[in-house]
């Protein structure tokens, strides 16, 4: 078995107002730092995960991305994995 | 009807199962039993009511990690079988959470914690939740949500629309809710998720009755 160290990134579409990351760029703003864009607050989920290589490893995260860790309506997700 | 019985699901976080069960039995005479999340046995009960409160804390999302209780899983059958289920606030985002209803509830546009009476639209009654519409047409229900916002794409907000899924709307919207939607019914309308708490309202003493319709109507076939 190979062991896996996963990082997913789950993130409100683009379509979706996200008025926690509005408030964030205002005090962003208040405390001076110039140039701010734009910012969106997302989650980071780490997982460390046993497989029978990459592919089956994959094959769990998609599902668990796609079922649980997002909610497809709203959020989009995308993770990096390393054999650890 | 003396044998009806409403199952009220009890998850580990629910706050408003005993209200509603209160309202249920001492306003309407209707019996309740409290259906603990892990039970997957749903023969004894006529319809169900998914109470609000904080399911798992709301960890992840509201409602995410109750979609995988014994109990939701159950729920596929009970309701394509014509049954009716009320998702009340934290119910509503459990109902959408795990695909009964469509879109999802997301933070308020205001970041508040709004707790407040509002008045409602009823915009169709399917499924028979609002049919005091002959009555009055705007009816005023208390809130208690931080996570009210309801939000769909364009394309479902169209079937949304075009099918007369859309039960109830904020006359005046305190959350962003796309299109002022406060309340969605499934295609069949044997399913109604809400934002708003009708249980709350059930008695003149604590301010008014315009909850007892929806409650009442859990009974009917």
Known sequence: ?84 | MDNFTVGVVVFPGSNCDRDVSWALEGCLDIRTKYLWHESSDLSDVDAIVLPGGFSYGDYLRCGAIARFSPLINALDEFVKSGKRVLGICNGFQILTESGFLPGALVANKNLNFICDDVELDIVSSKGGWFNNVDVKQTIKLPIAHGEGRYHCDSDTLKKLVDNELIALRYKNNPNGSSFDIAGITNNKGNVLGLMPHPERACDETIGGTDGLFTLKSLILK
């Open chain 1, 1 to 84: 078995m190979d062991q896996f160290a996963v990082k997913v990134f789950v993130r409100l579409r683009p379509s979706v107002l996200d008025p926690a990351g509005e408030a964030t760029k205002s005090a962003s703003i208040k405390l001076g730092a110039e140039g701010i864009k734009s910012l969106r607050i997302g989650k980071m989920i780490e997982v460390k995960i046993e497989g029978n290589g990459e592919n089956e490893v994959r094959g769990k995260i998609d599902l668990l991305c796609d079922r649980l860790f997002a909610n497809t309506v709203i959020e989009d997700y995308e993770y990096s994995l390393e054999k650890l």
